[in-house]
């Protein structure tokens, strides 16, 4: 069983909705880090979180809204969706920033479909 | 900046033979190296990784990888696979040190045991 817990497992919306997803991790990471990943494709960075701050931003369209209201939550808001951001969403922690190893815990995913 | 490549994209095999799947990595700075697993309709779990020390890792279920730094490459070998071990495999860097944060994967290898 994956420790970092992410819901909703499945998430279909319209272009104009507003939903959000959500990611707990309780190993005491102090990073923690959202993912989109496309059908055959690996993984890409979407943000970064350390110690609750944001320090990583890939320059995600701002219809991606993060939010990480302590060291266990992460969420990731989405509003006004386009079709092609329909994909595999992925959360990760890792121990603690600037002492890590590369090394992520990921959570099964949210799959979202937009329509 | 950092760059893996896995050269196989889809590796068939017969079940009970060996297999290795390839990953050489780019990097002007000493790496940490990462294999994670994918399983169908699952989040990466991490399988293996090299920090220091011992150029050749094992894993818990019969893989294992080397470590070559003339060679920049870290393949992932299994002496004997089963059906189980079909998935995709990522290759993964991190930087360490500036930039662990941020860790970049390979396109992935599909591997498919057949019976």
């Known amino acids: 069983d994956t420790e970092v817990t992410q819901t909703p497992k499945h998430l279909v919306m319209g272009m104009t909705n507003k939903k959000s997803l959500k990611c707990e991790q309780h190993m005491g990471h102090r990073a923690m880090y959202w993912y989109k990943q496309k059908a055959k494709k690996p993984p890409e960075l979407m943000f970064v979180?350390?110690?609750?701050?944001?320090?990583i931003n890939e320059s995600v369209p701002s219809r991606f809204s993060p939010e990480c209201p302590n060291s266990s939550l992460l969420n990731l808001h989405l509003h006004a969706l386009q079709p092609e951001d329909s994909a595999l969403y992925l959360c990760?922690?890792?121990?603690?920033?600037?002492?890590?190893?590369?090394?992520?815990?990921f959570g099964e995913g949210s799959r979202l479909t937009v329509l | 900046a950092q760059s893996v490549t896995q050269l196989d994209s889809q590796v068939p095999v017969f079940e009970e033979a060996p297999v290795e799947l390839r990953c050489n990595y780019s990097?002007?700075?000493?790496?940490?190296l990462f294999w994670y697993v994918q399983y169908p309709n699952q989040g990466l779990q991490l399988l293996l990784k090299?920090?220091?020390?011992?150029?050749l890792v094992e894993s818990i279920n019969g893989f294992e990888a080397e470590f070559n730094k003339s060679q920049t490459s870290f393949h992932l070998r299994k002496p004997s696979v089963h059906i189980s071990d079909t998935a995709e495999y990522f290759c993964a860097v991190s930087a360490g040190r500036t930039s662990y944060d941020k860790v970049i994967f390979g396109p992935g290898t599909s591997l498919s045991v057949i019976p």
């Open positions: 990760a922690s890792s121990p603690r920033r600037g002492g890590n190893t590369g090394e992520l815990f």
């Open positions: 990097s002007s700075v000493s790496v940490y």
């Open positions: 090299y920090l220091s020390g011992s150029t």
């Open positions: 979180y350390s110690y609750e701050k944001l320090s």
